[in-house]
């Protein structure tokens, strides 16, 4: 007897109106932000760095840490409903509507901390070299292109959200897989490209995320192991 997939009953939440809204709203507000606050709070942006205003730059690190953190939590949601460790604590249903929420939340800092960066004075992108990928010159391009090409990826994995019933349970979950592709792009883009790598508080962050991910990853292979071992009926000690 084949076991139930834990997600299958569980519907998205999110429509598909409010999820195109919130994305344009937070992209317009981003732009706003990079015009009304020079003009509203000219204050802000030399109160951190004088003649050298970084204000923007600090807002883009910040939620880039945000992102992906969110991202980190989505996967890792996404781990223990698969393994069957939400079951223990919050529950399938709640797990799963978290990893849903968490991902989205993650998009909308993604795309704030890219285009809060066309206020920085010192880079200079233009809104052209943010939107597309690898075109951007002069501070590292490779690592700021693969993270924007990461950011593609974790859209379109989030939209599949709402075509799941068009491609199948199946299709969806080997699309999911490529979440791990995503967070390692991101976890690259974040590693290189940030100027916070070497401080020892986002080493901490960075290894911390990056090995728990693991830990649930090997976990998950553990019990997939053993509950094919089960059905075939294998000792499972025998598949380790």
């Known amino acids: 007897m084949n076991e139930k997939n834990p997600v299958q009953d569980y519907e998205s939440t999110i429509g598909i109106q409010t ?62 409903i698969s393994n069957k460790m939400a079951r223990i604590w919050p529950g399938v249903p709640a797990s799963y509507a978290i990893h849903e929420y968490v991902s989205l939340l993650g998009l909308v800092f993604s795309i704030f901390h890219g285009l809060i960066i066309l206020g920085d004075h010192y880079i200079q992108f233009t809104l052209v070299q943010i939107l597309i990928p690898f075109a951007t010159n002069g501070y590292r391009p490779f690592m700021v292109g693969m993270g924007q090409l990461g950011f593609y990826i974790w859209l379109l ?40 790598t070497n401080t020892p508080w ?35 000690s025998a598949t380790l």
């Open 202 to 236: 986002a080493q901490i962050y960075y290894w911390f995320s990056a090995s728990s991910l693991i830990f649930l990853l090997i976990y998950r292979i553990i019990i997939a192991s053993s509950i094919r071992a089960v059905k075939q009926g294998i000792h499972p």
């Open 19 to 80: 999820f195109v809204l919130i994305l344009l709203g937070v992209t317009l507000g981003s732009l706003a932000a990079i015009i009304v606050l020079p003009t509203w709070v000219p204050n802000l942006e030399t109160s951190l760095a004088g003649e050298s205003p970084k204000v923007f730059w600090y807002l883009s690190r910040g939620s880039a840490f945000v992102a992906l953190s969110l991202l980190w939590l989505s996967m890792a949601l996404g781990l223990m």
């Open 157 to 196: 994995l989030a939209l599949s959200f709402y075509i799941r019933d068009r491609i199948g349970q199946k299709t969806w979950r080997v699309l999911h897989y490529v979440s791990f592709a995503i967070y390692c792009i991101a976890f690259y883009h974040g590693f290189t490209s940030g100027t916070d």
